[in-house]
């Protein structure tokens, strides 16, 4: 990464872990700012028209259908992958089994960018959970992008300091929040709007479970009590949520 990039990241990861409990307040209180839950991480969106093309030019489409691996724990970084139809699971597993999610991809929403750029070996898993369809830049691509198209890595800072965002949310929630907040926190960051406007999350119990290392049976207890205070509505695949400020109020740790 050029200097400046680097002193660029150097300041977002300043700035969001070098604040203790100040700096977890600030992105709690940050929910209440988002038009919908959730942090859309399209890099698309800080892109002009120009270097919208730019991108969508530099990849090509792969199908990867559902249950297949797009690279796994320890590959080598190849491309940056953008989704465009479908949902993407980004865990790890352990050898004996124990599994562990780290984030829901769906479309428009890019995985495997950072190491193209420090060269690190890919530290997740990424499974198809449906069939999916990417964009994939390859690596040579993508490092054509950056020298040729300024706005792009500002884009990719962007997404970085997003991430980190949630990141740093996370490691807050699981420290200082009561099983029923981080549960709510992570609905909060699921959720998306379908086709008909409603504010959903596709997410099974046993998924949600590895998303917070607890029981079925704790989710299942959480959510009856959810269901009870008109937050959420379960159906078959997803999770309707009803009271979008009741949950956030519930998400609320500090």
């Keep these: 990464m050029r200097r400046s990039a680097v002193r660029s990241s150097e300041m977002i990861r300043r700035s969001i872990f070098g604040q203790g409990a100040s700096g977890v307040r600030q992105l709690a209180s940050s929910f209440e700012r988002m038009p919908v839950p959730g942090v859309e991480t399209d890099l698309l969106q800080w892109l002009t028209p120009e270097g919208r093309e730019a ?24 491309a940056m992958y953008r989704v465009l139809e479908g ?4 865990s790890l597993m352990r050898t004996d089994g124990q599994q562990v999610i780290f984030a829901l991809f769906g479309p428009g929403e890019c995985i495997a960018a950072s190491s193209l750029i420090d060269k690190h070996p890919l530290p997740q898993t990424a499974e198809a959970l449906d069939d999916v369809q990417l964009q994939v830049v390859s690596a040579a691509a993508f490092s054509k992008l950056r020298e040729d198209h300024r706005e792009f890595e500002n884009a990719l800072l962007q997404l ?19 099983l029923p907040s981080q549960i709510a926190l992570r609905l909060l960051e699921l959720a998306k709007r379908d086709s008909t406007g409603r504010l959903t999350v596709k997410v099974t119990h046993a998924e949600l479970a590895m998303f917070v290392s607890v029981s079925r049976q704790s989710i299942h207890r959480i959510f009856k009590s959810f ?6 509505a379960l159906h078959y695949g997803s999770i309707e949520v009803l009271d979008l400020e009741g949950l956030k109020a519930e998400a609320d740790f500090l």
Aim: no cysteine; charged share 15%; net charge positive.
């Design 55 to 78: 991108v969508a030019s530099a990849g090509v489409r792969r199908h990867v259908g559902a249950g297949g691996f797009i690279f796994q724990h320890g590959d080598t970084g190849r």
């Design 87 to 90: 949902t993407v699971r980004l």
């Design 160 to 178: 970085f300091a997003r991430r980190i965002q949630t990141l740093s949310m996370q490691v807050g929630a699981a420290r200082l929040a009561s």
């Design 227 to 232: 269901v009870a205070e008109g937050l959420i």
